[in-house]
């Protein structure tokens, strides 16, 4: 159980154009995902956390007109690097708690990731 | 600011040989510790730890979790080039995990 599913895997896209990244859970309602971005040897960073329902919530420093995140369902959340440019190349983690009240487990879910090449 | 430091951040070792991993951490609401191992893509779960002193074991991996001394421990036991990855502790506090900046450890044969 409490699998996350994250497409693409792999995306090579031109700079200026926009790029969305899916993640949804497959068997479990998750109100709260996160999204992370991990730059190469570093640790993951905390992008924003996506409400089902309400704005996301970014953290200091990261652009919310750049990154734009969606998470219309709660099996559902999307981002979106807008106008991309070749420093916004890295591997994006998408990750989902289920919710404690179903079922006790609240660790959190990561997906499979997107790697992101902007040229 | 919600802190997690996990020591040592790389280690070599060879196979067959003991590793422990360090994790402390300075959360506000505590509600879990997680292990990850994280190979060439996303972090594969490995162990969530919410009480203090109860050991939880996979195979060769267990893990403990000092909630007075805010720290927890991964041990691999006869460790094998297979377990050659990036291994990051987080911690969920109100909302949100906050991950150490993980430790890389090799095997060698």
């Known amino acids: 159980g409490a699998v996350v599913s994250q497409h693409p895997s792999r995306v090579i896209c031109k700079s200026g154009t926009s790029v969305k990244i899916e993640c949804r859970s497959l068997?479990?309602?998750?109100?709260?995902m996160f999204w992370y971005r991990q730059f190469p040897k570093k640790s993951l960073m905390l992008m924003a956390t996506?409400?089902?329902?309400?704005?996301?919530?970014?953290e200091q420093g990261v652009e919310k007109d750049k990154f734009l995140i969606n998470h219309a369902s709660l099996t559902l959340s999307t981002l979106t690097v807008t106008s991309a440019h070749p420093e916004d190349s890295s591997f994006y983690i998408c990750?989902?708690?289920?919710?404690?009240?179903?079922?006790?487990?609240?660790?959190?879910?990561f997906g499979s990731g997107t790697r992101l090449t902007v040229v | 600011e919600d802190k997690v430091v996990q020591s040592p951040l790389s280690l070599v070792v060879h196979e067959g040989d003991t590793v422990t991993l360090n994790c402390s951490y300075e959360?506000?609401?505590?509600?879990?510790l997680l292990w990850y191992k994280q190979e060439k893509k996303a972090p594969t779960f490995l162990f969530m730890l919410?009480?203090?002193?109860i050991e939880k074991k996979s195979g060769r991996l267990s893990s403990i979790l000092d909630k007075k001394e805010l720290f927890s421990i991964l041990n691999i036991t006869a460790t094998q080039t297979g377990d050659s990855a990036i291994y990051l502790c987080?911690?969920?506090?109100?909302?949100?995990?906050?991950f150490g900046k993980g430790m890389k450890l090799t095997v060698n044969p």
């Open positions: 990750s989902a708690r289920p919710a404690s009240g179903t079922g006790g487990f609240y660790g959190y879910t």
């Open positions: 068997d479990f309602q998750a109100t709260t």
């Open positions: 996506s409400n089902e329902g309400s704005k996301a919530t970014y």
């Open positions: 959360v506000t609401n505590f509600r879990s």
């Open positions: 919410t009480s203090s002193g």
């Open positions: 987080a911690v969920g506090g109100s909302e949100k995990l906050v």
